[in-house]
T-cell receptor, first 116, second 108 residues
Framework: DTEVTQTPKHLVMGMTNKKSLKCEQHMGHRAMYWYKQKAKKPPELMFV???????INESVPSRFSPECPNSSLLNLHLHALQPEDSALYLC???????????????FGPGTRLTVL | SQQGEEDPQALSIQEGENATMNCSYKTSINNLQWYRQNSGRGLVHLILIRSNEREKHSGRLRVTLDTSKKSSSLLITASRAADTASYFC????????FGTGTSLTVIP
């Protein structure tokens, strides 16, 4: 299984809502990533988990809260988002973070988030 | 922050022609990777070239790397309509950065 799955595919939420994005992989990868991508822009790294521990937080606002319950799952909890947070949120995994430059990252299809 | 700049930003060619896109980066790297993204979808890894390699082939793809100029190019030969997508270079040194991307349109 070389697939990264993400749910939901689309999400519309109000600024007062609380929602979660989910990501799952069964490739035995020990590094997992969250990216944010605006239209016609490259993905921007948000968080990196290595062996279920948060290793990189790219100065992301606290209204985004990541969680890695186990080595196969990665969640992104959303609360009090702003309209400018509307974007495609991509999850990825790789064998290990320290080997990120050697091993490719496998990406999920993304969650299209709209904040009203 | 982004490490790589790509040009052209957009490229439109006829099916069967070759497509070349370039990536320039700023600091030392361990390797450079190329990814493809179909509209609104996840990214797909295409090819990786290590910092001690100069050229690499994979099917219709040819990648070159010039570390002295801090640049790389991706050549897609005999393009097909299905190659229409955005292409990103990604560099790895201390971090993993995506370039600004090239939007390729192949006209049938």
């Amino acid at each position: 299984d070389t697939e990264v799955t993400q749910t939901p595919k689309h999400l519309v939420m109000g600024m007062t809502n609380k929602k979660s994005l989910k990501c799952e992989q069964h490739m035995g990868h020990r590094a997992m990533y969250w990216y944010k991508q605006k239209a016609k822009k490259p993905p921007e790294l948000m968080f990196v988990y290595s062996y279920e521990k948060l290793s990189i937080n790219e100065s992301v606002p606290s209204r985004f809260s990541p969680e890695c319950p186990n080595s196969s799952l990665l969640n992104l909890h959303l609360h009090a988002l702003q309209p400018e947070d509307s974007a495609l949120y991509l999850c990825a995994s790789s064998q290990e973070q320290r080997l990120a430059g050697i091993n490719e990252q496998f990406f999920g299809p993304g969650t299209r988030l709209t904040v009203l | 922050s982004q490490q790589g700049e790509e040009d052209p930003q957009a490229l439109s060619i006829q099916e069967g022609e070759n497509a070349t896109m370039n990536c320039s980066y700023k600091t030392s790297i361990n390797n450079l990777q190329w990814y493809r993204q179909n509209s609104g979808r996840g990214l797909v890894h295409l090819i990786l070239i290590r910092s001690n390699e100069r050229e690499k082939h994979s099917g219709r793809l040819r990648v070159t790397l010039d570390t002295s100029k801090k640049s790389s190019s991706l050549l897609i030969t005999a393009s097909r309509a299905a190659d229409t997508a955005s292409y990103f270079c990604a560099t790895t040194g201390n971090q993993f950065y995506f370039g600004t991307g090239t939007s390729l349109t192949v006209i049938p």
